[in-house]
C-alpha cells in the first residue's frame, strides 16, 4: 500500500489546491536530496576493546590499564564526556589518566573469569555515575592559632589550638609543625581503596601507617574528625591496626646507612599534594626538598597511588642526584612469620610477614614487592625487617600492601595470605599495576 500524503491546503487527502504539484515535486526533491547526504554522512560505530585477565584464576573487581595507541584511537573518536564502555549489556566503571591535560591512558573495572579475554564495547552514550572505589585526602585546621606548649612528657612544641577542618589539595607543611600537633588530620595525607586504607606522618617521622576496614566504602573523610585517638579505637569502618613508633611501620621511605634504616627526617621544605582522587584510582605526590641523608643531599618526589579493589600501594621515587641506595621494609613483630617468594619466575619478588601482630591482637599480613635486578640485600636493624635497593637512575618503584584478618578478605591463616602473595606477584609480573 502506498503512502497517503495530507495536502495542508485541504480537507481531505489527496484534494490540492491549483499549483502544490509543484510545490510537491520540490519537496520530493529536497527530501530525496537530505536522505542521499545523510547517508553519506559517517556514523560513530560502536568499536571494542579487547582486554584480558593474565591469571590462569578468576579475577572479580580487577582494575585494568588501556593504554595502546590503537586503543587509544578507538576511545578519543567518542567526546570524553559521552564515552560508554559496555561488558556484553554491563556498563562498565572507567577513569581517565591525564597527564598535562592530556588523556595518556584509561582504567576500566571488569570481573573476568580464567584466562578471560574480553570485548569491551566502546560507544556513544550517557555514562552511568558509579560509586568512587578509592580516594585520596589531606585536610588542615583553619581558624585556630599556634601556642607554644608543654607536652607531658617534658617535651616544648607548638601546637594548632581550635579552628575547624578544612580538605584541601595541596599544603606546604609549616615549619612549626611536628608529630602531635594537631594541625593536619590523621597527621598527614590518607590515601584509599574499598579494601584499605594507608596515611604517612608528615612531619620528621615520615611512615607509613596502615587503617584496617570493615566496610567497603570509602571513610577516610570521617577518620579523625573527633580527635586523635578515636581511630585506635575499633569502631563500624574499622580502626588503625599497625604500630608504627620508631619503625618502617610498612613500606616507608629510607635509606640503609651505619647498619639501619633511616627515614625522610631532615629536609629543608615539603610539599604534599593530591594529584588525583579518581573512582578506580588516587595519587598523591609529596616533594622533599633538600633532604638530607647519610653522604649527599637531594631532593626527592614520591608518588603514592592505590587502585579499586587492590590493597597495593604503589611507591614510585625519583631523586634530583644519584642516591647510592633507597630501603624500606616491615617493622619486626614477635610470633610473626618471615615470608619470601617461593619461586623466582619474573620480575618481582616479596619480603612479608604474616601472624597475629594488629593493633587488635589478630591475624595480619604485611608486604613489600620489589624488582629483584633492583636488589641489593635482605638485612635487619633493630627495628625492621628491610630490603635495600639500587635505583635505576634516579628512580625507583616499588610497592606494599597490608591484609587483615577483620576486612573483606578474612585473611586469618598463613596458607591463605601465601596463596594472596602469590597472586598479586602475578599480577605485578604481568604489569597489571603498571
Known amino acids: 500500500m502506498k503512502p497517503v500524503f495530507y495536502s495542508p491546503y485541504a480537507k481531505t487527502p489527496g484534494i490540492m489546491k491549483p499549483g502544490f504539484s509543484r510545490i510537491k515535486g520540490r519537496f520530493f526533491g529536497l527530501f530525496i536530496l537530505a536522505v542521499s547526504v545523510s547517508a553519506c554522512i559517517p556514523k560513530e560505530k560502536a568499536q571494542k576493546?579487547?582486554?584480558?585477565?593474565?591469571?590462569?584464576?578468576?579475577?572479580?573487581?580487577?582494575?585494568?590499564?588501556?593504554?595502546?595507541?590503537?586503543?587509544?584511537q578507538s576511545i578519543a573518536s567518542i567526546p570524553e564526556d559521552s564515552l560508554v564502555l559496555m561488558d556484553g549489556d554491563k556498563e562498565l566503571p572507567f577513569q581517565f589518566i591525564?597527564?598535562?591535560?592530556?588523556?595518556?591512558?584509561?582504567?576500566?573495572q571488569a570481573d573476568f573469569a580464567p584466562d578471560e579475554e574480553k570485548?569491551?564495547?566502546?560507544?556513544?552514550?550517557?555514562?552511568?555515575?558509579?560509586?568512587?572505589?578509592?580516594?585520596?585526602?589531606?585536610?588542615?585546621?583553619?581558624?585556630?592559632?599556634?601556642?607554644?606548649?608543654?607536652?607531658?612528657?617534658?617535651?616544648?612544641?607548638?601546637e594548632y589550638q581550635g579552628g575547624n577542618w578544612k580538605h584541601v589539595n595541596s599544603l606546604w607543611v609549616d615549619k612549626k609543625h611536628t608529630d602531635?600537633?594537631?594541625?593536619?588530620?590523621?597527621?598527614?595525607?590518607?590515601?584509599?581503596?574499598?579494601k584499605v586504607a594507608y596515611r604517612f606522618y608528615l612531619d620528621w617521622r615520615n611512615a607509613t601507617d596502615l587503617f584496617g576496614k570493615k566496610v567497603d566504602t570509602l571513610v577516610l573523610q570521617n577518620v579523625g574528625l573527633?580527635?586523635?585517638?578515636?581511630?585506635?579505637?575499633l569502631s563500624g569502618w574499622g580502626v588503625d591496626i599497625l604500630e608504627v613508633g620508631k619503625s618502617l611501620?610498612?613500606?616507608?621511605?629510607?635509606?640503609?646507612?651505619?647498619s639501619s634504616a633511616n627515614r625522610v627526617a631532615k629536609t629543608d621544605s615539603v610539599f604534599c599534594e593530591i594529584t588525583y582522587s579518581g573512582i578506580l584510582e588516587s595519587k598523591i605526590t609529596t616533594k622533599y626538598f633538600g633532604w638530607e641523608y647519610k653522604g649527599g643531599k637531594t631532593d626527592l618526589t614520591s608518588e603514592l597511588s592505590i587502585r579499586a579493589g587492590s590493597y597495593l600501594t604503589k611507591e614510585h621515587l625519583t631523586t634530583g642526584e644519584p642516591i647510592d641506595n633507597f630501603c624500606t621494609g616491615?617493622?619486626?613483630?614477635?610470633?610473626?612469620?618471615?615470608?619470601?617468594?617461593?619461586?623466582?619466575?619474573?620480575?618481582?619478588?616479596y619480603m612479608a610477614t604474616f601472624g597475629v601482630q594488629s593493633l587488635q591482637k589478630d591475624h595480619m599480613g604485611l608486604a613489600v614487592f620489589y624488582r629483584k635486578k633492583d636488589l641489593q640485600q635482605i638485612t635487619e636493624d633493630k627495628l625492621n625487617h628491610v630490603v635495600v635497593l639500587h635505583p635505576e637512575g634516579n628512580e625507583l618503584t616499588y610497592y606494599f600492601c597490608g591484609i587483615w584478618e577483620?576486612?573483606?578478605?578474612?585473611m586469618d591463616n598463613i596458607e591463605k595470605f601465601k596463596a594472596f602473595l602469590e597472586e598479586q606477584r602475578a599480577l605485578l609480573n604481568q604489569g597489571i599495576y603498571n
Open 330 to 349: 616491615i617493622i619486626k613483630q614477635d610470633s610473626t612469620t618471615v615470608l619470601t617468594s617461593a619461586s623466582d619466575n619474573g620480575d618481582w619478588v
Open 180 to 194: 602531635h600537633s594537631f594541625d593536619i588530620r590523621y597527621e598527614g595525607p590518607g590515601w584509599e581503596s574499598d
Open 119 to 158: 570485548p569491551v564495547t566502546v560507544k556513544k552514550g550517557v555514562p552511568a555515575v558509579f560509586k568512587a572505589k578509592t580516594q585520596a585526602e589531606l585536610s588542615i585546621k583553619e581558624g585556630g592559632e599556634w601556642v607554644w606548649v608543654t607536652k607531658k612528657n617534658g617535651n616544648q612544641q607548638y
Open 98 to 108: 591525564k597527564e598535562n591535560g592530556v588523556t595518556k591512558a584509561i582504567l576500566v
Open 249 to 258: 611501620g610498612l613500606g616507608t621511605i629510607a635509606h640503609w646507612a651505619d
Open 49 to 72: 576493546i579487547t582486554i584480558k585477565n593474565p591469571l590462569s584464576g578468576p579475577l572479580k573487581g580487577l582494575v585494568y590499564k588501556i593504554n595502546s595507541e590503537a586503543s587509544m
Open 226 to 233: 573527633d580527635g586523635f585517638d578515636s581511630y585506635h579505637k
Open 406 to 410: 577483620q576486612d573483606a578478605s578474612h
